[in-house]
């Protein structure tokens, strides 16, 4: 597996732990404060698509 593809896998999979993480949680339970958490994983998650 070339460098490139090994980067892709390895975010393809942080972005399915992320959102099985947004999925797991209530709307009603979902404060301020997780939404900005996972505004933060999902910018880091662009950041490294760079």
């Given at each position: 597996m070339s460098e490139?593809?090994?980067?892709?896998?390895?975010?393809?999979?942080?972005?399915?732990?992320?959102?099985t993480r947004i999925e797991?949680?209530?709307p009603d339970q979902m404060t301020?404060?997780?939404?900005?958490h996972f505004i933060h994983l999902l910018d880091e998650l662009e950041e490294k698509c760079r």
């Open positions: 490139q593809e090994d980067k892709i896998a390895k975010l393809r999979k942080r972005l399915e732990e992320v959102m797991g949680i209530s301020v404060e997780d939404i900005d």
